[in-house]
């Protein structure tokens, strides 16, 4: 539900720079919310670890593999890549149902700063030169 509430506060901030309505609601949207937030209770731990983290361009990076045990490193795999179409896919949607698909870069670097902005103290995050910090 926390996921659910940062995404819509991000889509409201979102809005307000992009001059659309990014709260828009649309099936593919609603559909891509809800699997973002079911997916997101298995890779909390992966960023709570260093795992993951969350780049610029608003998509998850698996940084750091050798902190997953080799057992489960394809499972951290596929889902950070699970994670990274639902997050390509709900920029996309929205700004096709603004009406304006060439928003999409704009909603993606929004987004990917947003993500950012609100990341826990400690997940790993992507600078503005691209390097990884420690969010403090």
Known sequence: MRFLLLLVALLAAVAARAQGNLEI????????????????????PLF??????LSRDGAVILRDASVVPQAQRQAATNLVAEDNIDRAALYRELA????????EP????????????????GWWVQNATGSW????
Do not use: C, Y
């Open 25 to 44: 609601s649309t099936p593919a949207i609603e559909d891509l919310k809800h699997a973002m937030a079911a997916r997101f209770a298995q890779l909390k």
């Open 48 to 53: 709570e670890s260093g795992a993951v983290g």
């Open 96 to 103: 096709r149902a603004n009406g304006n698909p060439g928003w």
């Open 106 to 121: 704009d909603i993606r670097a929004i987004f990917g700063q947003r993500w950012i902005e609100r990341a826990p103290k």
């Open 133 to 136: 910090q420690q969010k403090q």
